[in-house]
């Protein structure tokens, strides 16, 4: 079956003047600390052809509206400051590709790792990577600010790419509005993250290219109903659904374009989120109704939405159903090493066992997750693209998928240090008749 691809999600935000997307995206990438204070800069071309750009010289994590620098068609600039030292090479972009109007450079820690080591992150470790990315560039060294550099740059992007790493310097993405762009580079970097985690536990596994066709056979074609005006539960289910996701974001346990969450609304429907939305802007009106497997009219749940059809039919106490992608925890995911929950006594009272699936059980064989997932089992690795966590509630689903990351993290350090040590089973004994697990 076709999946169904909504149009563009970002129209909420085509009325936004260009400083305003400026000013937004770039407090975004400095709060999840993807730049610096003096690092990165941002522009978009308006419908003049004019170029709107992030200053010189002005703190990255304060900007507002009025800093933002206009560089008229004629080349001479209007404002407060003065443009960025780097505004060369994003006029060469604009020149070498018409068909672009914004453009992003950052040095987040990881990517510039890459581009100190000479190499571009793999594009095969996680499905939606390649989709979003498509293909990345990799451009010698030049002087910042420098005709040079932007030449390079330029040539590239006329090639083709949409997203480059420069030699030694920091990432460029580029496309038709700033919210891709963005896009873009928060995918590439999260990969990039990954990737060098992975490097702890002896690298990673990439997805064949048999298992991208079946992963892309996914689809969210379910049929249409007409909803009613939603009553206060379903109201506040949308209001906690939204919070807990934007909450996930803010502490990078999902990105803009990954990530699902559910939650049953009674024995016949249920709520999830939308597909093509990115999860930092979500509001209640996003959040998609599916009742008796018909979905709201108008609105496009999660690829995951026959998944989640399926196992609160299986599982009567579940009641809540996230898919996420946290950074620590998709480092054993994508190395196909177990992530053991024996060590400390939270981790294992909470998460239990965590078994690894393959990635085609997601298209092709739901029953076997289905069957896998229970109460004593709550949580399975989808190997490459995820980890499904299962709770009574939301919040109980949401603090199971923190303590894994945590957990995660932990284990990445103990291997650092030399030595992982688990519980052994007579204390995991202990623990299951002490708090009586099922």
């Not at 990799?138 to 600010?145: A, I, N």
């Not at 690298?203 to 066709?213: D, L, P, R």
């Not at 650092?416 to 052994?424: A, F, I, P, S, Y």
Request: negative net charge; hydrophobic residues 40%; contains cysteine.
């Amino acid at each position: 079956m076709k999946e169904i691809k909504p149009e563009s999600r970002d129209q909420k935000f085509k009325y936004l003047h260009p400083a305003d997307q400026i000013v937004m995206i770039m407090e975004r990438i400095y709060r999840y600390e993807m730049t610096t204070t003096s690092g990165g800069n941002l522009s978009v071309r308006d419908e003049d052809g004019g170029i709107w750009i992030t200053p010189a010289g002005v703190d990255k994590g304060s900007l507002t509206r009025k800093d933002i620098v206009y560089i008229r068609k004629d080349g001479e600039h209007e404002g407060e400051h003065r443009p960025s030292s780097e505004y060369p090479f994003h006029l060469a972009i604009y020149e070498a590709r018409p068909d672009i109007d914004a453009v992003l450079h950052a040095h987040p820690p990881a990517l510039v790792s890459f581009s100190a080591a000479g190499k571009t992150p793999d594009l095969h470790m996680l499905p939606n990577t390649r989709h979003i990315c498509e293909a990345v560039d990799f451009v010698p060294y030049g002087l910042p600010g420098s005709t040079d550099l932007g030449s390079k740059i330029a040539s590239s992007f006329g090639a083709g790419f949409n997203t480059v790493l420069l030699e030694n310097h920091g990432v460029v993405t580029a496309s038709q509005n700033l919210f891709e762009a963005f896009k873009q580079f928060e995918t590439l970097d999260y990969s990039a993250r990954i990737q060098v985690k992975a490097q702890v536990l002896g690298g990673y596994k990439c997805i064949s290219a048999e298992q991208m066709t079946i992963y892309d056979q996914k689809c969210n074609d379910l049929p249409e109903f007409i909803s009613e005006a939603p009553v206060s539960k379903e109201k506040a289910i949308r209001r906690e659904m939204v919070h807990m996701m934007r909450r996930s974001y803010d502490q990078g346990l999902i990105t803009s374009t990954d990530g699902t969450f559910a939650v049953r609304l009674d024995k016949d429907s249920f709520l999830i989120s939308p597909y093509g939305y990115d999860r930092k802007y979500l509001c209640e009106a996003d959040i998609v109704l599916v009742k008796n497997g018909h979905r709201q009219a108008g609105k496009y749940p999660s690829r995951s939405s026959r998944l989640v059809l399926e196992l609160f039919q299986a599982h009567d106490e579940v009641n809540a159903f996230i898919l996420a992608h946290a950074p620590n925890v998709m480092a054993f995911n994508v190395s196909g090493k177990e992530l053991n929950s024996r060590i400390i006594p939270e981790a294992y009272i909470l998460l239990r066992d965590i078994t690894i699936l393959p990635i085609e059980s997601l298209t092709q064989d739901h029953l076997r997750i289905v069957n896998q997932l229970s109460a004593s089992q709550p949580l399975a690795m989808i190997q490459n693209n995820g980890i499904l966590v299962t709770g009574e509630n939301l919040l109980q689903a949401f603090d199971r998928l923190e303590v894994a990351e945590f957990t995660a993290k932990a284990i990445l350090g103990a291997h650092q240090l030399g030595c992982v040590k688990v519980m052994n089973d007579e204390v995991i004994e202990e623990l299951v008749t002490a708090f009586k697990l099922p």
